[in-house]
């Protein structure tokens, strides 16, 4: 098992302020991800990282940002929430063994309201 | 850039009866072929995967599914569905050599299975 944690789980905020979203794992992967699912979207990619401060950005990373300081924590941050990014935000993060590929292991998700 | 069809966003089917839930990719370039299946409210987990080798995948739950390279698609199949498979599935697909595995979903297919 991967051992991701995302934190919080559930929360609500006001439009215009500031919110970070934590990704944590426990078995030192190098590729780490951050999708938002919404109905009839599947899953985007809004960012993803390739090591200790190494991010680029996904298909729908405007309003977000990342950071990455540490291997086993990605957060996610938006920066001035709106109503559009009312979603649920899944971290994931990329499993290889023996150089085969095994494709990505997620977390739980965190549920956000923008109100 | 890689793209996901699943054309049925929702498939209803009795309890034991068989399903096909279809998956079809843009690109015929060499790819990673996954699917996902997500139970209401909780993360997305893995159900089976295409690496390489043999076309036919047989996953977990019964499941199985086909990579067909000439029509790019990649339906995953069940011969006989139970009430438990209520779910939604999610095809995703990942471009062979490409350094960063980010996967490219479909927007889901919500599997209802009724007695």
């Known amino acids: 098992d991967a051992g991701i944690t995302q934190s919080p789980r559930h929360k609500v905020t006001e439009t215009g302020t500031p919110v970070t979203l934590r990704c944590h794992q426990t078995?030192?992967?190098?590729?780490m991800y951050w999708y938002r699912q919404d109905p009839g979207h599947g899953l985007r990619l809004i960012h993803y990282?390739?090591?200790?401060?190494?991010?680029d950005k996904g298909e729908v990373s405007d309003g977000y940002s990342v950071s990455r300081s540490k291997t086993e924590d990605f957060l996610l941050t938006l920066e001035s929430a709106t109503s559009s990014q009312t979603s649920v935000y899944f971290c994931?993060?990329?499993?290889?063994?023996?150089?085969?590929?095994?494709?990505?292991?997620f977390g739980s998700g965190t549920r956000l309201t923008v109100v | 850039a890689q793209s996901v069809t699943q054309l049925d966003s929702q498939v209803p089917v009795f309890e034991e009866a068989p399903v096909e839930l279809r998956c079809n990719y843009s690109?015929?370039?060499?790819?990673?072929l996954f699917w996902y299946v997500q139970y209401p409210n909780q993360g997305l987990q893995l159900l089976l995967k295409?690496?390489?080798?043999?076309?036919l995948v047989k996953g977990i739950n019964g499941f199985e599914a086909e990579f067909n390279k000439s029509q790019t698609s990649f339906h995953l199949r069940k011969p006989s569905v139970h009430i438990s498979d209520t779910a939604e599935y999610f095809c995703?697909?990942?471009?062979?050599?490409?350094?960063?595995?980010?996967?490219?979903f479909g927007t889901g297919t919500r599997l209802l299975v009724s007695p």
């Open positions: 994931a993060i990329s499993e290889s063994k023996t150089g085969e590929y095994y494709g990505y292991t």
């Open positions: 078995e030192n992967h190098r590729y």
């Open positions: 990282s390739y090591g200790v401060k190494d991010t």
């Open positions: 690109s015929s370039v060499s790819v990673y």
């Open positions: 295409y690496l390489s080798g043999s076309t």
């Open positions: 995703a697909v990942s471009d062979k050599g490409t350094s960063f595995q980010k996967l490219v």
